[in-house]
């Protein structure tokens, strides 16, 4: 049965989905309703098509191309559980459910991520089954512990997409505050990047709008609410977070002032 799904302001100017064609974009959208609550979907284009553009004469291959298209911008990802495969939405702990029901598998636990047709770039880490005590439970990613909950920010991270650029985003912050420490500027960049478009943005306006007495303690909170909120806790992110890129040199910095 098809779901109401919630999307955020900050899709629409999203760069990873500004890769995808308007038709590809549009599909993206409406398979939402039609995935479980864990945003898994049998990987069967006739299906999607049925579901999504009952009343357009798309052929099969058509609708293979743009999934082909969401896979290649890392959206969804392609795997095969018990023999069936299945897409999953990559960045779907951004939906808020309540009581959630789960239809299909998760990735086949005695084997490993498989990336299948469409010339996938990238092996996806498929989200295991849920359950009701999701946000406690453990699992690893690499040699790092982690809740489930954060699991889908984690490999958001490691994979290095997001919809903003965490760069521009580190610079902005830096600008509006530059009290704060280097590294804390760019941590807290990449983990705003992960979880919530448009956050960090946010943020730097309203620290530029000085409605900010202590710019650290604001930018942590901001993150803890966002993470309390999909039930786990900002900081076990931290590990994942790849070190700070060198500082510009000089003429790096006076290169960039004169092409502004």
Known sequence: MARIRSIKPEFCT????????????LL????????DDAGRHPASAKRLKMECFP???????FMESLVAELINTDLIVEYE??????????????????KPTYRYGPLDSRGSPVPIGY????????????????SSRVETIGKESISAAARAAAESIQRGKFPDDPLVSARNLFNAAPALDREFVWRVSIIAAAISPGMMSEIVTRIKARDVRKPKSYVEGALRAECEKQGYDWRELIPF???????PTPIEEESATTSE
């Open 14 to 25: 999203s760069e990873q989905l500004a890769e995808c064609s308007p038709t590809a974009r």
């Open 28 to 35: 993206f959208i409406l398979m939402w309703a039609h995935c």
């Open 55 to 61: 009343a357009d004469s798309f052929s099969t291959e």
């Open 81 to 98: 559980h018990k023999s069936k495969h299945f897409w999953q939405v990559t960045g779907w702990h951004h939906q808020k459910i309540d």
């Open 119 to 134: 010339h996938s770039t990238t092996s996806p880490q498929v989200p295991p089954e849920p359950s009701g005590t999701e």
């Open 241 to 247: 977070v790849p070190p700070a890129p060198p500082p």
